[in-house]
Nanobody
Framework: QVQLVESGGGLVQAGGSLRLSCAAS????????MGWFRQAPGKEREAVAT????????YYAHFVRGRFTISRDNAKNTVYLQMNSLKHEDTAVYYC???????????????????WGQGTQVTVSS
């Protein structure tokens, strides 16, 4: 059984930074692709940043490219999302997710992610 627990969300002013963490239980973490997704009020959940099983290949949505960085520490079973130059429109609940497979390339298709965290709120004041 896999459990994902996000932390690091909060309230920050526009232009500020936050780092989200997602701690995973279970022995499959080091062999599974991971991703960060978000859902704003009244909007569909969308992919933000994803990585392959090793973290060597990454995908970023166009609206965060150059500002956000996904990384992972397999020794700690943790994936991170460093968010810089935050904008008001980044306000959302952020979720980490573990893919069902050991992907060589990152995937932004959320329905292939089998495990999800409970989410952490990020609020960016303008």
């Amino acid at each position: 059984q896999v459990q994902l627990v996000e932390s690091g969300g909060g309230l920050v002013q526009a232009g500020g930074s936050l780092r989200l963490s997602c701690a995973a239980s279970g022995r499959s973490f080091s062999n599974r692709a991971m991703g960060w997704f978000r859902q704003a009020p009244g909007k569909e959940r969308e992919a933000v940043a994803t990585g392959n099983w090793s973290g060597g290949n990454t995908y970023y949505a166009h609206f965060v490219r150059g500002r956000f960085t996904i990384s992972r520490d397999n020794a700690k079973n943790t994936v991170y999302l460093q968010m810089n130059s935050l904008k008001h429109e980044d306000t959302a609940v952020y979720y980490c997710a573990q893919h069902r497979d050991r992907l060589e390339y990152p995937s932004s298709y959320q329905y292939d992610y089998g495990y999800w965290g409970q989410g952490t709120q990020v609020t960016v004041s303008s």
